[in-house]
């Protein structure tokens, strides 16, 4: 498997643009993790989707957030308007059904830069 | 809600020495405890978790870590490290929602 696919892999955009990140979670895989990486805050989670339903999005910052999983294979997360406060790096992650230990496997991120 | 601490946000050794990062837990159920390696510009990768089946967990690179639930700490070690070790350690923990909560993590630096 080619494991968590995101693009892209950097996006540098203009305040007030939209922003979309995209994520195609390894096959199989029940559930889809959203994390935001900065040096200030560390790695938080944003939102999680079991089964494409979103289940916890207490910690998507602000409405001009917004993600969606239309199916098993893909979820994008949106930002619209941007801010410069918005640029981090973004991580998605996948993780199959099974205990509570089981690991979640993360892409290689989408560096985004908002001026 | 859990929560892990890491102390130390660098910790420098020389190459072959002991690796030794601290990760303390706070949970008000049985934890389940993950340390997470990310290289440069890359994503995290899992070394290891705690599957309650030992207390002392090997992962992968030849690193291990010890559960202490007296101590509510989850420490991870190498008996003699690779420059290649070089990189940002997690500890993490996951509450039961499957969804993690990591540390600030500690950013290992090894000297030739």
């Known amino acids: 498997d080619a494991g968590v696919i995101q693009s892209p892999r950097h996006e540098v955009t203009e305040m007030g643009q939209e922003v979309t990140l995209r994520c195609k979670p390894i096959s199989g895989h029940d559930y889809l993790f959203w994390y935001r990486q900065t040096m200030m805050r560390g790695l938080e989670l944003l939102i999680y989707f079991n089964n494409n339903v979103p289940i916890d999005d207490s910690g998507m910052p602000e409405d001009r957030f917004s993600a969606k999983m239309p199916n098993a294979s893909f979820s994008t997360l949106k930002i619209q308007p941007s801010e410069p406060r918005d640029s981090a790096v973004y991580f998605c992650?996948?993780?199959?059904?099974?205990?509570?230990?089981?690991?979640?496997?993360f892409g290689q991120g989408t560096r985004l830069t908002v001026v | 809600a859990q929560s892990v601490t890491q102390l130390g946000s660098h910790v420098s050794v020389s190459e072959g020495a002991l690796v030794l990062l601290r990760c303390n837990y706070s949970?008000?159920?049985?934890?389940?405890l993950f340390w997470y390696v990310q290289y440069p510009n890359q994503g995290l990768q899992l070394l290891l978790k705690?599957?309650?089946?030992?207390?002392l967990v090997k992962g992968i690179n030849g690193f291990e870590a010890e559960f202490k639930k007296s101590e509510t700490s989850f420490h991870l070690t190498k008996p003699s490290a690779h420059m290649s070790d070089a990189a940002e350690y997690f500890c993490?923990?996951?509450?039961?929602?499957?969804?993690?909560?990591f540390g600030s993590g500690t950013r290992l630096q090894v000297q030739p």
């Open positions: 949970s008000s159920v049985p934890p389940y």
């Open positions: 993490a923990v996951s509450d039961g929602r499957r969804a993690l909560t």
């Open positions: 992650a996948s993780s199959p059904e099974g205990a509570m230990n089981t690991e979640a496997f």
């Open positions: 705690y599957t309650s089946a030992a207390t």
